[in-house]
């Protein structure tokens, strides 16, 4: 009896031993996969306001550096979100600390549109400085890796395209088409359109009278531009546009030109000359 007993004792004590080695190899198995989701803002993300240092509003878009180490620590207190790695938001208003926000837009953000040649990268950057005007641009930089989502210490800016402020050439779309070249489609208005390079006083002469302000969009315009900074124009499209008695008899001439008042009218860059060249003769007397 005494033997059956110890046997039972035995038994009951090797089975206490397997579930506990079973439990703890379980809590190492859940330990060893646990999943650590990375920061939103990562150490090596650049701030937007650093960007907004590389060009200025009334800089003449020419190539420029700078030294990114020294600008982050600048802005260090300055938060931003980063939606996706190759984006970043900075808003005046998510700041919690009282802080000096002069000459500083109260919105900033960039995107890395993709690689080009050369190590260079094609960026857009969008920023308001307050009131109804957001300015966006477009620009080559090189110094900010894809592969490994860095950048090194210095951001080198190696071509640069103004896009302006909705129909004052607001960028609609930046697109990379070959290794060594890139797409912008800007807005235009009716004296952008007529004036589109001419010099600047014949432009003046040509298109008074014709409307030009950051609400009076009449179409865009796509521009092909290399890694070097030579930009060309491809095409042209011009919204449809009812007449109205309200309208300067320049803008009813350019409409019988182009029928756009009557359905969307698509140019290539030939037939813009020819527009331009017809509506200096028949339009601008």
């Known amino acids: 009896m005494k033997i059956i007993q110890c046997l039972i004792t035995s038994l009951f004590l090797s089975l206490l031993l397997l579930l506990s080695a079973c439990t703890s190899q379980a809590t190492d198995s859940s330990s060893s996969t646990t999943v650590r989701l990375p920061d939103s803002t990562p150490s090596n993300a650049i701030n937007p306001l650093c960007l907004d240092r590389l060009l200025s509003l009334n800089s003449k878009f020419s190539p420029g550096k700078i030294d990114l180490d020294d600008c982050q620590e600048r802005f260090s207190e300055y938060v931003f979100t980063q939606p996706s790695p190759w984006q970043a938001v900075y808003k005046k208003n998510d700041q919690v600390k009282i802080k000096n926000?002069?000459?500083?837009?109260?919105?900033?953000?960039?995107?890395?549109?993709?690689?080009?040649?050369?190590?260079?990268?094609?960026?857009?950057?969008?920023?308001?400085?307050?009131?109804?005007?957001?300015?966006?641009?477009?620009?080559?930089?090189?110094?900010?890796?894809?592969?490994?989502?860095n950048h090194d210490s210095e951001l080198t800016q190696t071509v640069a395209i103004e896009g302006g402020d909705r129909c004052f050439?607001?960028?609609?779309?930046?697109?990379?088409?070959?290794?060594?070249?890139?797409?912008?489609?800007?807005?235009?208005?009716?004296?952008?359109?007529?004036?589109?390079?001419?010099?600047?006083k014949k432009a003046?002469?040509?298109?008074?009278?014709?409307?030009?302000?950051?609400?009076?969009?009449?179409?865009?315009?796509?521009?092909?531009?290399?890694?070097?900074g030579k930009r060309e124009l491809t095409s042209v499209t011009l919204y449809p546009k009812q007449s109205r008695s309200s309208d300067s008899e320049k803008e009813r001439c350019l409409n019988q030109l182009t029928e756009a008042n009557r359905y969307t009218v698509l140019l290539n860059a030939e037939e813009m000359k020819e527009l331009q060249i017809k509506f200096i003769a028949e339009c601008a007397k």
């Open 204 to 228: 003046a002469r040509i298109t008074k009278g014709l409307p030009d302000c950051a609400l009076c969009c009449i179409g865009s315009f796509t521009e092909r531009v290399t890694v070097t």
């Open 101 to 149: 926000f002069e000459e500083l837009p109260d919105y900033s953000r960039y995107e890395i549109i993709g690689q080009m040649q050369n190590n260079q990268v094609l960026m857009s950057y969008t920023a308001n400085y307050g009131g109804s005007g957001t300015f966006n641009h477009a620009y080559l930089v090189q110094g900010i890796s894809l592969d490994n989502n």
């Open 169 to 200: 050439g607001s960028i609609e779309k930046l697109s990379i088409i070959a290794p060594d070249q890139f797409e912008v489609r800007r807005k235009m208005t009716a004296s952008a359109l007529l004036g589109y390079g001419l010099p600047v």
